[in-house]
């Protein structure tokens, strides 16, 4: 995928098969999942990684140009507990889909932001969730934050490119601006997969979408415990929490 990257991810060999699937013990399922998300290093330097993913076609335009200038106070809202480092990726056109290298400067990635413009093209979440998995088979990812509007994949394909980020103990905070039902249910579906979180916003807020932002960037640096401290003061990490807690039940 993505400038000089790959876009293809092969989720992660699965262990030896129990002999008979009712037999399987809890024991076995944790150990399995332990040994799929050690696989994913902690970096050595131990900051925070966080994957910002963008929808750039269309009628992505005026979120775009919203995103271009919050994205430095995500840096700002960690900067208090150790800091974070950011991957921009974002899909646009016919088939194009590109991922920056990893930046600790959010003026930085802001310079490469502006220069990107919104082209018409199909939704490409799934490559999007395939190299983040690639990614946190590298090196351990926080999170994965997605803004868009719109799913023209099939949910199945979708939950497939999902797994491996389940397994690595990855959540997926997808913002969504507008109210398409096919897409708020495959967000749904993907945030209560993966551990994350789904929320709306609406068009031109601003405000409410830098909150919620924020509050990912909060997570991805420092975890839950984190976020939860960042609660009393935030209406974004409030919201993030409740939508976490909604997904892992099953809210909608």
């Known amino acids: 995928m993505a400038a000089d990257r790959s876009s293809s991810s092969k989720p992660p060999a699965a262990g030896p098969k129990p002999s008979s699937p009712a037999t399987t013990a809890p024991a076995e399922i944790a150990a399995f999942l332990a040994e799929v998300t050690a696989r994913a290093p902690v970096p050595a330097d131990g900051r925070g990684r966080l994957i910002f993913a963008l929808d750039a076609t269309m009628s992505r335009q005026p979120t775009w140009d919203l995103a271009c200038t919050l994205q430095a106070g995500m840096f700002e809202e960690v900067?208090?507990?150790?800091?974070?480092?950011?991957?921009?990726?974002?899909?646009?056109?016919?088939?194009?889909?590109?991922?920056?290298?990893?930046?600790?400067?959010?003026?930085?990635?802001?310079?490469?932001?502006?220069?990107?413009?919104?082209?018409?093209?199909?939704?490409?979440?799934?490559?999007?969730?395939?190299?983040?998995?690639?990614?946190?088979?590298?090196?351990?990812?926080?999170?994965?934050?997605?803004?868009?509007d719109a799913m023209e994949e099939t949910l199945d394909a979708l939950c497939a490119e999902a797994g491996p980020l389940a397994l690595r103990g990855v959540p997926v905070f997808l913002f969504q601006e507008g109210r398409d039902p096919v897409a708020e249910r495959g967000f749904r579906e993907i945030a209560r997969l993966t551990g994350g979180a789904w929320c709306r916003f609406d068009a031109g807020a601003a405000e409410q979408l830098a909150m919620l932002l924020r509050a990912a960037a909060r997570y991805a640096a420092g975890g839950r415990q984190a976020l939860t401290a960042l609660a009393d003061s935030s209406p974004g990490a409030r919201q993030l929490l409740a939508a976490m807690t909604g997904a892992q039940s099953g809210t909608r």
């Open 79 to 148: 900067a208090a507990i150790g800091g974070l480092d950011m991957q921009l990726v974002y899909y646009r056109g016919i088939g194009e889909c590109r991922a920056s290298g990893w930046v600790g400067d959010g003026r930085r990635l802001g310079e490469l932001m502006a220069k990107i413009d919104c082209r018409g093209g199909r939704t490409q979440i799934g490559r999007v969730l395939a190299h983040a998995g690639k990614e946190a088979g590298r090196a351990r990812v926080g999170a994965l934050v997605f803004v868009g």
